[in-house]
Structure formats: structure tokens, C-alpha cells
């Protein structure tokens, strides 16, 4: 947090050759956090008996489902209008041929499932008849008309794209930290997380 505040490049909302901008590094941690939690919610929640807590529970998952839904609308329009910064050359050069094809496909499938995840949880809960509230405020639109049969075809479609979100996560985190710690070359100072690489 330290280099972080003395690097002014990271305190620009556009990128450095090397660094992500702080608008793309605020929405890559807060989806980050959304995602996590909605899942770790959603794992939680399907195993509790029906009551008023799992009630609770089902509400907060929804929210954070819309919300993870406008941050990565956000982050893709924020991604299409300020190119982010390419591999430091040192990191490009010593990265084979199929890792890098992994990086890329791993990051296109990801912000596929950014959307599919909650639009395929938005579909279920209007088919199963249970409409959004996003924090109890404002109500949200049903684009699915009320069908207890085509709720539980979307179901288990929701369901496995959240759990190949979850995969990719842990894949992208493991890729992080191989880039971190062994190969040494700083690659999550592009995400502000210490000093840029070089």
C-alpha cells in the first residue's frame, strides 16, 4: 500500500506502461470481493433447511449478483475505452507460447461468466416467481416469464457456470501467485499489489 501511494502513476485513473490505472485496479478488487462472496454465500445457503435466515441469505446472494452484473458492465466499457497495459517485455519474452494463449483465454472466459453467472441467477429467480429487489429498494425488471418448469432447466445452468467462475478463479490466483513467488517477476504490481514490473 506503501509503494502504492508513492507511485503516482497508480493514483492516475489511466494506466502506466506497466501499471494498471486505479479505476481498473478499484473495480478488479471489488469484483473480486463480490464474487467470492456471492459464491461462498450461494455454496452456504443451498444447504440450510427453509427459514428466515435462509431467506436472508437468498436476498443478499441476488444483490451481490446484480452488483457483480453492473461492476463488470462497468469494468468491460472501462476496458473497451482505456487499453490496458501490455505484458512487461522481460515476462512476455519468458512466458511459453501456451501459457500465454492460457492468460488470454482464461481472462475472455472469465468476463463471459461475469455476465452469464447473474444473468442465469436474474433468470432463475424470475422464473421461479421470486422477483429482485436489489437492497430492498428498487425493483427490478422480470425478463423471464414465471414457468416453475423452465426454472429448474435454468437452475443447474447457473450452478455450473458459477462453479466454472469459481474454477477460473482459483486458476487465475494460482497463476498470480506462481508469477509472484517463483517466477519473481512482479506481476501483481500491475494490479497494485507492490512495486510495477519491469
Do not use: C
Not at 90 to 110: E, N, V, Y
Not at 152 to 161: D, G
Not at 170 to 190: E, M, N, P, S
Amino acid at each position: 500500500m506503501h509503494q502504492l501511494t508513492r507511485d503516482p502513476s497508480a493514483m492516475s485513473s489511466t494506466a502506466s506502461p506497466s501499471r494498471y490505472g486505479a479505476t481498473a485496479i478499484a473495480l478488479h478488487w471489488l469484483l473480486a470481493v463480490g464474487i467470492v462472496g456471492a459464491f461462498g454465500v450461494g455454496v452456504y445457503m443451498t444447504g440450510l433447511p427453509f427459514s428466515p435466515a435462509r431467506l436472508k441469505l437468498y436476498n443478499w446472494h441476488k444483490w451481490a449478483g446484480v452488483t457483480i452484473l453492473a461492476l463488470s458492465a462497468a469494468r468491460l466499457l472501462w476496458r473497451l475505452a482505456n487499453r490496458p497495459p501490455a505484458l512487461p517485455a522481460s515476462i512476455d519474452k519468458a512466458m511459453p507460447g501456451w501459457q500465454r494463449a492460457a492468460f488470454h483465454g482464461t481472462h475472455h472466459l472469465m468476463y463471459l461468466l461475469f455476465f452469464a453467472v447473474p444473468l442465469t441467477g436474474w433468470a432463475y429467480s424470475s422464473a421461479a416467481g421470486f422477483p429482485i429487489v436489489w437492497f430492498g429498494v428498487l425493483p427490478l425488471p422480470d425478463f423471464m416469464p414465471v414457468d416453475k418448469a423452465l426454472a429448474e432447466s435454468i437452475k443447474p445452468l447457473h450452478e455450473l457456470s458459477a462453479f466454472g467462475l469459481a474454477g477460473l478463479v482459483v486458476l487465475h490466483v494460482a497463476a498470480a501467485l506462481k508469477h509472484q513467488f517463483i517466477d519473481r517477476d512482479r506481476l501483481l504490481g500491475r494490479m497494485g499489489l507492490g512495486p510495477a514490473p519491469r
